[in-house]
């Protein structure tokens, strides 16, 4: 088992930057894909962006290409998702999620990951 922790959401103005972390406990994520998601109230939990287990390769939705990037530290169990330039419409609950994965990929699909954290509230006002 898995569990994952998110933290660093929050409540900030239009072109801040909050930086989530994501740490896991009972399993190294060495072999894990990571992706964080989001979910907006009524609406259906997102991609936003995928990590592999290497590092190597990563993947946004079109929207946050060239605002977030995500990153991984794998000596500290941790991924992170930096957020630059938020924007009133990126506001939601992030979601860290994990899958063991013998090829290093990457994972888009919410039914493809086996964990999830509890999320963490970022609110972006105008």
């Known amino acids: 088992q898995v569990q994952l922790v998110e933290s660093g959401g929050g409540l900030v103005q239009a072109g801040d930057s909050l930086r989530l972390s994501c740490a896991a406990s009972?399993?190294?994520?060495?072999?894990?894909?990571m992706g964080w998601f989001r979910q907006a109230p009524g609406k259906e939990r997102e991609f936003v962006a995928g990590?592999?287990?290497?590092?190597?390769?990563?993947i946004f939705t079109d929207s946050v290409k060239g605002r977030f990037t995500i990153s991984r530290d794998n000596a500290k169990n941790t991924v992170y998702l930096q957020m630059n330039s938020l924007k009133p419409e990126d506001t939601a609950v992030y979601y860290c999620a994990g899958s063991f994965r013998l090829r290093d990929s990457v994972l888009t699909m919410v039914r493809e990951y086996d964990y999830w954290g509890r999320g963490t509230q970022v609110t972006v006002s105008s």
């Open positions: 009972g399993r190294t994520l060495s072999s894990y894909a």
């Open positions: 990590i592999s287990w290497s590092g190597g390769s990563t």
